[in-house]
């Protein structure tokens, strides 16, 4: 893998970009943003700075990885990639917009992925010129250190793109999973949707609280986090945008969001990122 274009510089487009230049690969770097970038940019260094100080990558391979990285405003910076990586925002117009412009931009021959988490591949790659080059690449947060990319097909995938997904994906060192069929939250994010819904139902019920609940889970069935701490590392907008994707398109009542995520949306206590979720992560 020679170029790679990765649209969209936040959590998951810096992190895709950062595993993939490590990889070996030039990354064009692709948001509307300049300050975005720049923040971008700022993160990965911050990374790349963690991993050598951990002695897990040296101090010359981090500088040669951040150098492989280029930033643009300009959605035509991919025309040059082998494969184009959307990370936008997780909205089906909004990603569909992306692809109809990278149909316009990239090669007949580029394969373009989408790292969304929920929403079918098919529907996303209704919006480009050639879906058979349509993929699902769902990568992990945070990128850098979760090993796993779920690859997903939609009903027009070729053998070829899902082979050069899988190529990319590995490049950047992680292991694959395939899915066959173009499900809502394909196989990964339909299990961690099911188990936090579930989870926060119970807590929200007063059947165990929450530290209890994690507890259970790590200790009774030797998950390394509980769901509830996934939720707030995720994001629990996050998450409960997914189940919502989920819900509208199966109508099934398990991934309908309990009250309890939807208020901790409304109230701003989102996890990690905003400092309080199920934990309070301020000390």
């Known amino acids: 893998m020679t170029q790679v274009a990765v649209i969209g510089s936040g959590l998951m ?38 991993f050598v100080a951990k002695e897990k990558v040296t101090a010359e391979d981090a500088d040669a990885a951040l150098a492989r990285i280029t930033t643009s405003t300009d ?38 992925a989408t790292n969304t988490s929920a929403i079918p591949i098919t529907e996303i790659a209704a919006a480009a010129t050639h ?25 027009h995938t070729s053998d070829e793109a899902l082979a050069t997904a899988r190529a990319f994906a590995e490049a950047a060192g992680k292991t694959c999973v395939v899915v066959n069929r173009d499900v809502a939250g394909f196989a990964t994010t339909r299990l961690i949707c099911a188990l936090v819904n579930e989870a926060a139902r119970l807590v929200e019920n007063g059947v165990i609280s929450a530290e209890d609940l994690d507890t259970a889970c790590r200790l009774g069935f030797g998950h390394p986090m509980g769901p509830l701490a996934t939720a707030d590392l995720t994001g629990i907008d996050v998450i ?44």
């Open 240 to 283: 409960t945008h997914a189940t919502e994707n989920i819900y509208d398109d199966t109508a099934d009542p398990q991934f309908f969001p309990p009250a309890l995520l939807r208020r901790l949306v409304a109230a701003g206590e989102i996890g990690r990122k905003s400092g309080k979720g199920f934990f309070d992560y301020t000390a």
């Open 131 to 155: 879906p058979e080059r349509v993929v699902g690449t769902h990568f992990f947060s945070p990128v850098p250190m979760m090993q796993l990319c779920e690859l997903v097909r939609g009903i």
């Open 75 to 112: 959605l035509k910076a991919a025309a040059g990639a082998s494969i184009a990586v959307e990370a936008v925002f997780e909205r089906l117009p909004v990603k569909q917009e992306v692809f109809r412009q990278l149909s316009g931009i990239c090669s007949p021959e580029t394969v373009l």
């Open 13 to 50: 487009g810096s992190g895709i970009a950062q595993v993939t230049s490590l990889g070996g690969s030039d990354v064009a770097l692709i948001d509307t943003d300049e300050g975005a970038l720049d923040r971008a940019l700022a993160a990965i260094r911050s990374s790349l700075d963690r």
